[in-house]
């Protein structure tokens, strides 16, 4: 086994700079999170990717704000530029629950300790370089600065904000996956290049002055949207904003956007092409520690590392839009995927690492199943304009086949150190119903839910169905609950013919756009029919930069400008949110009332059958598993969930015995 040093890690103190025989820096980052050297970890991507650009880069892990900001100076001015990035997540959901209530812990800091991490982080760290380095610049990037980069409405504060350049008084923001910007920047900062000069480059944001003519570029045409100060008096006109805004972030050949701001004018440069295979390869091939820095021994695992310790990601972007995600908005709808031979060979560093046991926790990635799935012919690709690639029904020209997946799980297998490959990401089983995926080979799906079921879970496979009601499936950009039913017919049939008493585990949201009362009534009915008793649920969060977002505050659906119902006060959220827990005695009383206020007596003898008590009808057994923690104040948005470390142990269920 081969001992780490220290250096081996990029430098977070002046004395691991000078370790390193560096008399100064060419960039110095500040990030949110704890250090964790690892790919799934945005800003030890983005220093390995700088380092990699020949320059010497140190990074300052969650400095503090609450001193004499000594942090923030401590490794003195870079040539280059200063990198700001609040995290793998927006601060605001790492530090705040559903309900705004602080979170008791964070999962990017050692022993998951609270209080490490500033509200509006990428702001607040931005701010603090630009009032004492006032001549360097500072390049913001990663989910916050991505989803805030125009107005957007912040649920935390209860108000519009603007764009986080304004807020944060940054020279340039970064939006999406770094590599290829940061590609483009360093090589015109080399070549000499001043950093106010870079107004042309993809995947990039600015301000300028509003009399200021917007950069020359024969290749690019322009869209401006509605102005921050119009969107502030007029609900309807922000969010006709966000249907350009998506639009233009998921095309291949993009408009620029620029919106007027506090007498500045912002500028979204087009994004970058979907990186190559050659491309991601690079990024993941690094040469990451993939180990937290050795100045955490002492405090205790970071709890988001110890997710993902053993876990290999194979594909980033997601083509599904749903309403309420942002994965689409920050890695792009379509998929950039690793070859076969970058991810066995970060199989084999996994599984020489000391303490691997033979089991990998995860081969996935935003959504499992995606991996290697492209359009069929490139030029249709190139003129869509659609958020989705699946909804309201599956592109004809989307290549949906799960051969390369399932070669790559074999593969996989075969390492002599792997015992066995789990797959802890979410699968979209949607893809996996012939009568959904109508140009997909239903053998090859068989063959595909087959082997994850009988090699790559133990005892859950976890999928997203989200609701039961059309009309909101249809808002969220989700399929109809009837192609849930078809998919746990086959995964019931295969659990019989393989007798793997196997449990299916599907996640719903409440109180998101276009919900009612009834709509959450029958989601009870329907899923305890189903012999469902439900844990893994959440209530909506809104997050910048969704559709769901967008009607959240506007009341308006940024497409069809159409007024759209939301619940929004507490008593409306816990009311829907409560019916998910339709077999707790407390809620018995009140679920019949309000069956009756709406009118919805017919599902009383479903949810509560008078002639039997809950608690002794035999048409349900206990499964022994152990109960999943999952409630409504402590859920975190599914787009930043991570698989759990205990993802696959067994949990309490309970499951509906088989009539035969």
Same mark, same amino acid.
């Given at each position: 086994?081969?001992?780490k040093? +220290?250096?081996?890690?990029l430098p977070t103190t002046?004395?691991?700079v000078?370790l390193?025989?560096?008399e100064e820096?060419?960039?110095i980052?500040?990030?949110?999170d704890?250090y964790?050297?690892?790919?799934?970890?945005? &800003?030890?991507?983005i220093g390995?990717?700088?380092? %990699?650009?020949g320059?010497?880069?140190?990074?300052?892990?969650?400095p503090?704000?609450n001193d004499n900001?000594?942090?923030?100076?401590?490794l003195?001015?870079p040539k280059?530029?200063?990198?700001?990035?609040?995290g793998?997540?927006?601060?605001?959901v #790492?530090?705040?629950t559903?309900?705004?209530?602080?979170r008791d812990?964070?999962?990017?800091?050692?022993n998951g300790d609270?209080?490490?991490r500033p *509200?509006?982080?990428? #702001?607040?760290?931005s701010?603090?370089?630009?009032?004492k380095?006032p001549?360097?610049?500072?390049l913001?990037?990663?989910?916050?600065?991505?989803?805030?980069?125009?107005?957007?409405?912040?649920y935390?504060?209860d108000? +519009?904000m603007?764009?986080?350049?304004?807020?944060?008084?940054?020279d340039m923001?970064?939006?999406?996956?770094?590599?290829?910007?940061l590609?483009?920047?360093?090589?015109?900062?080399?070549?000499? /290049?001043?950093?106010s000069s870079?107004?042309?480059?993809?995947q990039t944001?600015?301000?300028i002055?509003?009399n200021?003519?917007l $950069?020359k570029n024969?290749?690019?045409?322009?869209v401006?949207?509605?102005?921050?100060?119009?969107?502030?008096?007029?609900?309807?006109k922000?969010?006709?904003n966000?249907?350009?805004?998506?639009?233009?972030s998921n @095309?291949l050949?993009?408009?620029r956007?620029s919106?007027k701001?506090?007498?500045?004018? !912002? /500028?979204?440069?087009?994004?970058? &092409?979907?990186?190559l295979?050659?491309?991601?390869?690079a %990024?993941?091939?690094?040469?990451y520690t993939?180990?937290?820095?050795p100045k955490?021994?002492k405090?205790?695992? =970071?709890?988001?590392?110890?997710?993902?310790?053993?876990?290999?990601?194979?594909h980033r972007?997601c083509?599904?839009?749903?309403?309420?995600?942002?994965?689409?908005?920050h890695q792009g709808?379509?998929?950039a995927s690793r070859?076969?031979?970058?991810?066995?060979k970060?199989?084999?560093?996994?599984?020489?690492?000391?303490?691997?046991?033979?089991? !990998?926790? *995860?081969?996935?990635?935003?959504?499992?199943n995606m991996?290697?799935?492209?359009g069929?012919?490139q030029?249709i690709?190139?003129?869509c304009v659609?958020?989705s690639?699946?909804?309201?029904?599956?592109?004809?020209?989307?290549d949906?086949?799960h051969k390369?997946?399932?070669e +790559?799980y074999?593969? /996989?297998?075969k390492?002599p150190?792997i015992?066995?490959s789990?797959?802890? #990401?979410?699968?979209?089983?949607?893809?996996l119903?012939?009568?959904?995926?109508?140009?997909?080979? $239903?053998?090859?799906?068989d063959?595909?839910?087959?082997?994850?079921?009988t090699?790559?879970i133990?005892?859950?496979?976890?999928v997203? $169905?989200?609701?039961? #009601?059309?009309?909101?499936?249809?808002?969220m950009r989700?399929p109809?609950?009837?192609?849930?039913? @078809?998919?746990?017919?086959?995964?019931?049939?295969?659990?019989i @013919? @393989?007798?793997?008493?196997?449990?299916l =585990?599907?996640?719903f949201?409440?109180n998101?756009?276009?919900?009612?009362?009834?709509?959450?009534?029958?989601l009870?009915a329907e899923?305890?029919d189903?012999g469902?008793?439900?844990?893994?649920?959440?209530?909506?969060?809104p997050?910048?930069?969704?559709?769901?977002? /967008? =009607?959240?505050?506007?009341?308006?659906h $940024?497409?069809?400008?159409?007024p759209?119902?939301? &619940?929004?006060?507490?008593k409306?959220?816990? *009311?829907?949110?409560?019916?998910?827990f339709?077999?707790?005695?407390?809620?018995?009383?009140?679920?019949?009332?309000?069956?009756?206020?709406v009118?919805r007596?017919?599902?009383l003898?479903?949810l509560i059958p008078?002639?039997?008590?809950?608690?002794?009808?035999?048409?349900w057994?206990?499964v022994?598993?152990?109960?999943?923690?999952?409630t409504f104040?402590d859920?975190?948005?599914?787009?930043y969930?991570?698989?759990?470390?205990?993802?696959?142990r067994?949990k309490?269920?309970?499951s509906?015995?088989k009539?035969r």
């Amino acid at each position: 086994m081969q001992i780490k040093k +220290l250096t081996d890690w990029l430098p977070t103190t002046n004395k691991e700079v000078k370790l390193r025989g560096w008399e100064e820096l060419d960039v110095i980052l500040f990030s949110g999170d704890a250090y964790v050297d690892h790919p799934s970890f945005g &800003p030890a991507v983005i220093g390995r990717i700088l380092e %990699s650009y020949g320059l010497k880069v140190a990074i300052v892990p969650q400095p503090s704000v609450n001193d004499n900001l000594q942090d923030f100076t401590k490794l003195g001015t870079p040539k280059l530029f200063f990198g700001v990035t609040g995290g793998c997540m927006d601060p605001m959901v #790492s530090n705040y629950t559903a309900t705004k209530k602080r979170r008791d812990n964070d999962a990017y800091t050692p022993n998951g300790d609270k209080g490490f991490r500033p *509200d509006y982080a990428t #702001s607040v760290y931005s701010n603090i370089l630009k009032d004492k380095f006032p001549n360097v610049p500072v390049l913001i990037g990663g989910i916050e600065a991505s989803l805030r980069r125009v107005t957007h409405y912040d649920y935390w504060s209860d108000k +519009l904000m603007p764009t986080i350049l304004e807020t944060s008084k940054a020279d340039m923001l970064v939006y999406g996956m770094g590599e290829q910007p940061l590609r483009e920047i360093v090589e015109l900062l080399q070549k000499g /290049v001043p950093f106010s000069s870079l107004k042309t480059i993809k995947q990039t944001a600015f301000l300028i002055d509003e009399n200021e003519a917007l $950069p020359k570029n024969k290749n690019w045409e322009d869209v401006e949207i509605q102005s921050h100060e119009v969107c502030l008096k007029d609900k309807k006109k922000f969010a006709s904003n966000f249907k350009i805004i998506e639009q233009e972030s998921n @095309k291949l050949n993009a408009n620029r956007i620029s919106q007027k701001v506090n007498k500045k004018t !912002l /500028v979204i440069n087009p994004p970058f &092409p979907t990186m190559l295979e050659a491309e991601i390869d690079a %990024s993941f091939d690094l040469p990451y520690t993939r180990l937290p820095h050795p100045k955490y021994n002492k405090r205790g695992p =970071i709890p988001a590392f110890e997710m993902i310790k053993f876990s290999i990601n194979i594909h980033r972007g997601c083509f599904g839009g749903c309403s309420f995600c942002t994965i689409s908005a920050h890695q792009g709808k379509f998929i950039a995927s690793r070859s076969q031979e970058s991810v066995l060979k970060e199989v084999d560093k996994v599984a020489n690492m000391p303490d691997f046991k033979g089991y !990998l926790s *995860d081969i996935g990635g935003p959504s499992a199943n995606m991996y290697k799935m492209e359009g069929k012919v490139q030029a249709i690709c190139d003129k869509c304009v659609a958020p989705s690639c699946i909804s309201p029904v599956i592109c004809s020209n989307l290549d949906t086949s799960h051969k390369p997946l399932t070669e +790559l799980y074999k593969a /996989v297998d075969k390492h002599p150190k792997i015992k066995k490959s789990f797959i802890g #990401s979410g699968i979209r089983h949607d893809m996996l119903v012939p009568e959904f995926n109508k140009n997909a080979d $239903p053998k090859e799906l068989d063959d595909y839910t087959e082997e994850v079921m009988t090699k790559h879970i133990s005892g859950r496979l976890k999928v997203a $169905p989200e609701h039961t #009601s059309d009309p909101v499936l249809k808002l969220m950009r989700k399929p109809s609950f009837k192609y849930f039913h @078809k998919f746990k017919e086959r995964f019931d049939k295969i659990n019989i @013919k @393989k007798d793997l008493k196997l449990q299916l =585990i599907p996640y719903f949201i409440s109180n998101h756009p276009a919900c009612e009362v009834e709509d959450m009534a029958n989601l009870a009915a329907e899923t305890k029919d189903m012999g469902f008793q439900l844990e893994q649920v959440q209530g909506f969060t809104p997050t910048p930069m969704t559709v769901a977002t /967008v =009607i959240y505050y506007s009341g308006y659906h $940024p497409y069809t400008l159409k007024p759209t119902k939301t &619940p929004k006060s507490k008593k409306e959220k816990d *009311d829907q949110h409560r019916f998910f827990f339709w077999y707790k005695q407390e809620n018995k009383d009140w679920i019949k009332k309000t069956l009756n206020k709406v009118g919805r007596t017919d599902l009383l003898d479903v949810l509560i059958p008078e002639s039997k008590d809950n608690k002794n009808n035999k048409s349900w057994k206990k499964v022994d598993l152990k109960p999943v923690k999952n409630t409504f104040d402590d859920a975190v948005p599914a787009e930043y969930s991570k698989p759990s470390k205990n993802s696959f142990r067994k949990k309490k269920q309970y499951s509906k015995k088989k009539r035969r």
